[in-house]
């Protein structure tokens, strides 16, 4: 079976050493974790963990229901990259003398649809919102100048077709 990327929506309650315990049930089955985003989701005091894995959709059919065996999980759900809306953020710090002598950094900046959110005397920090591909390559084309710090955040993701999940916690509650 061909392997793919697959993004992991997991619906739960944000409890002490849950994190530990679905970043195991991936362990054990030899799959990488490519990125991991938690945040808050559209239902409140409900965490949304967005986990992005190159796996086969046999195996992530496998890795959902032990997840769903995890108390606090409320749901569970994959999707193909075909079947989500998706980005990625980055932030890129560089020395603030190149931005005036090295003109080639203005012009990377404006193609790449990036922003300058910061300006010091030294140092200037870019944000990049896009597919990781976009970033990379921004990285590539910023790298010969001298890049300071550099970090991506994982997949922030939605799907294409609604996911129903408000309906399914009214039923769990009744």
Known sequence: MEKVL???????????????????????RHINIESLTASSSEIE????????VSSTEESVKKI???????????????????????LQSALFKIKSKLLFEERQIQNIIKKSN?????????????????????????YDELLPYGIMQFVRS??????????????IL???LN
């Open 6 to 28: 697959y993004t992991i929506s997991i619906y739960t309650e944000n409890n002490l050493g849950l994190l530990n315990r679905i970043s195991s049930i991936f362990l054990k």
């Open 154 to 167: 994982g997949r922030i993701s939605v799907t294409k077709e609604e996911m129903k999940i408000s309906e």
């Open 64 to 86: 959902i229901g032990q997840i769903e065996k995890q108390v606090e999980v409320i749901k569970a759900y994959y999707h193909t990259n075909e079947e989500s809306i998706y």
């Open 170 to 172: 009214k039923k769990q």
């Open 45 to 52: 005091n409900v965490t949304r963990l967005i986990i992005v």
């Open 114 to 138: 990036a922003q300058i959110v910061t300006v010091t005397p030294e140092f200037f920090v870019i944000e990049k919102s896009g597919r990781k591909e976009e970033i990379e390559t921004l």
